[in-house]
């Protein structure tokens, strides 16, 4: 699930609809395994029927005189002839080949083919909807980074019917349950808690879920990562997540984190990477989880650790050798970042005006959120982090905190570690300001922001997020690979935004069918209420 496991929506949402409210942390998560087995449900009416979303037989499609942008971040290929055959790229040429009459051909002139992108941290707890909405915006891989084992089963199931090319499906990988220690999240059902006795049996459940990867999180002790990490290697899984508050940001990414997400970890674990007293806010940090382990209190540590004094320490103590040492530790491991800034800027930046979450509610990219959900963003804007009023200082310090984290990831891509397009988007309750699918365009504009050129942005959701996963098929136009494509009616190269410019999609070389889709989609989103059901 989201970042800090729950966010200020949610709680405020939740107080209204759970019958639990012994705390609305709580009360969220009664919401969350609502919300989950009725994905369980929409999933499994997905797969024991027909595919629910377009059966048509595998074309053949040729895409003529088309500009491909490759998915590596190369210079754009002007021209080109691009049949798709079986679900897969057959051919690229610069002629246009000769093609028998029973050949869709589709004119490619002043249009841009893409490969489909892939959102590198997703909740979508296997609802149908939340696919429906990736693929209606082009994003058509998902790496879901933590759902529970019923949740599990059903992502098992779609990436299946993916696989075989039966239907039109996004293509998923995922972690199953996320992995921690002893935390205050006792009652989170994405999570599984371990310690070095329990190891054993949830590594057990994790095999028999088949899961890609496995997701780590801030709680675990040195010795319970460093298992993982040996069991990892032995079951041949990367591990991707939080960096454990027990290691150093550069110990854990040397050691085999493949992937580092959000800011490195709850609380800029990367800024702390890069400070000259390190260890000694560490331990601070440390100490602060540990209280809120044994109290349950999860607000506390959240006012702690966002604390105005305490995130000003970490920045003024920003050490440029230590930054450098930090990216050293990410290049000589090949290890990448997926810094999910279209969650962290709403939630740090609250204190801006400026802050682009606000004006996202005009946006179209939210017309298919229920209003329910628009109007408690809306309300907690500017007044919550985390379901909590901070201080104008604390805001500010925070939003200090989110340029630095900014400007780190700047110095990260110029260095050469990859930079990942992920969401967090959380599917149904959300994670406030980010949607399934167009939140993954925003989070491309933000990287451009931080210093990425579009053509890498590009590269960061499709070409580079397949090298990472591993997976040789996917993320890149090339012969022989997966036909899941974009076309594009404006160019990207020129303004990143114009990713939203989207013609059609294609999955395993079969037209999504975008505005059926949609329709389903907003016709579930009016009925608010059952909209969780
Ligand atoms: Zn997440």
């Not at 009616?489 to 079969?510: H, M, S, Y």
């Amino acid at each position: 699930m989201i970042f800090f496991a729950t966010v200020a929506l949610v709680f405020r949402r939740v107080c209204t609809l759970a019958k639990r409210t012994s705390s609305s942390f709580l009360s969220a998560l009664s919401l969350i395994w609502r919300g989950t087995k009725a994905a369980a449900l929409w999933v499994m009416l997905l797969v024991s029927a027909a595919p629910l979303w377009a059966d048509p037989p595998p074309i053949t499609a040729l895409i003529s005189d088309v500009t491909v942008i490759d998915g590596l971040g190369e210079a754009p290929l002007l021209h080109r002839y691009v049949l798709l055959q079986e679900g897969r790229i057959a051919s690229i040429d610069t002629k246009q080949p000769v093609v028998g009459a029973d050949v869709v051909v589709i004119d490619g002139r002043g249009f841009y083919l893409l490969p489909g992108f892939w959102d590198m941290h997703a909740h979508t707890f296997a609802d149908t909807t939340a696919m429906e909405l990736y693929l209606a915006a082009g994003v058509t891989g998902l790496r879901d980074m933590g759902c529970p084992e019923n949740c599990t089963t059903k992502l098992g199931e779609v990436r299946q019917a993916y696989l075989s090319g039966s239907g039109v499906y996004p293509r998923l990988v995922f972690s199953g349950p996320m992995i921690d220690g002893d935390s205050p999240y006792d009652d989170y059902a994405s999570h599984r808690q371990i310690n070095l006795q329990t190891l054993p049996d949830a590594l057990a459940v994790l095999q028999k879920l088949q899961v890609d990867f496995i997701k780590v999180r801030d709680f675990l002790s040195r010795d319970e990562y460093m298992a993982l990490v040996g069991a990892g290697a032995a079951m041949q899984l990367q591990l991707a997540g939080h960096v454990p508050i027990s290691l150093s940001v550069n110990e854990a990414v040397r050691s085999g984190l493949s992937t580092v997400e959000h800011e490195g970890s709850l609380f800029g674990g990367l800024l702390l990477a890069c400070s000259s007293d390190e260890s000694k806010l560490r331990d601070e940090l440390r100490d602060m989880m540990r209280k809120a382990t044994a109290s349950g209190d999860v607000k506390t540590l959240y006012a702690e650790a966002l604390n105005a004094g305490f995130v000003d320490r970490l920045l003024n103590s920003y050490d440029p050798n230590k930054a450098d040492a930090l990216v050293q530790a990410f290049v000589d491991s090949d290890a990448a970042l997926v810094p999910t800034l279209v969650m962290l800027e709403p939630m740090l930046r609250s204190a801006d005006p400026e802050f682009n979450g606000r004006r996202k509610v005009e946006d179209e990219e939210f017309i298919d959120a229920p209003d329910t959900l628009i109007s408690g963003w809306r309300e907690t804007a500017g007044k919550e982090v985390l379901g909590q009023p901070f201080s104008d200082l604390d805001r500010a310090a925070m939003a200090r905190q989110y340029n630095q984290v900014v400007k780190l990831i700047g110095k990260m891509h110029r260095a050469g570690v990859p930079i990942l397009a992920g969401t967090d988007a959380s599917f149904p309750d959300g994670t406030p300001w980010v949607w399934p699918g167009y939140s993954l365009h925003d989070e491309l504009e933000l990287l451009v922001s931080a210093g990425l050129a579009p053509s890498e942005a590009i590269a960061s959701a499709t070409g580079a997020a397949a090298a990472q996963m591993g997976l040789s098929d996917t993320g890149v136009i090339a012969a022989g690979n997966r036909a899941d494509l974009i076309l594009l009616g404006r160019n990207p190269l020129e303004d990143i935004r114009n990713t939203r410019a989207i013609k059609r999609v294609w999955v395993n070389g079969q037209p999504v069918d975008r505005d059926a889709l949609l329709d389903r989609v907003k016709r579930r989103a009016e009925d608010h209420e059952n909209y969780w059901e």
